[in-house]
């Protein structure tokens, strides 16, 4: 089983930036592919970025492309998500999540997280 916990959420006005980590519970998680998704209030879960076990492979959304960028430390057992120049429509819930290849789709995730509120105002 795998825990994982999203941090570094916030509020932050438009044009700005945050950092989201998300630690996992186990010292493998270098055997996992992990994602970032978010979900807007009234909004379905969507796909973000995802970044493949050895950080060798990423992809994203076309609406986060040259704005966010993924990367991993697997020896901290931790992936973040750097958030650059903002848009009030990034605001949602993010949630980290564990599988087993990099793909957009949810139900290729096995492992998530609770999520962390990014909030951008303009």
């Known amino acids: 089983q795998v825990q994982l916990v999203e941090s570094g959420g916030g509020l932050v006005q438009a044009g700005g930036s945050l950092r989201l980590s998300c630690a996992a519970s186990v010292r493998t998680l270098g055997t996992y592919a992990m994602g970032w998704f978010r979900q807007a209030p009234g909004k379905e879960r969507e796909f973000v970025s995802a970044?493949?076990?050895?950080?060798?492979?990423?992809d994203w959304a076309d609406s986060v492309k040259g704005r966010f960028t993924i990367s991993r430390d697997n020896a901290k057992n931790t992936v973040y998500l750097q958030m650059n120049s903002l848009k009030p429509e990034d605001t949602a819930v993010y949630y980290c999540a564990a599988g087993m290849v990099v793909v957009a789709h949810q139900a290729a995730y096995n492992y998530w997280g609770q999520g962390t509120q990014v909030t951008v105002s303009s």
């Open positions: 970044i493949g076990r050895s950080g060798g492979r990423t």
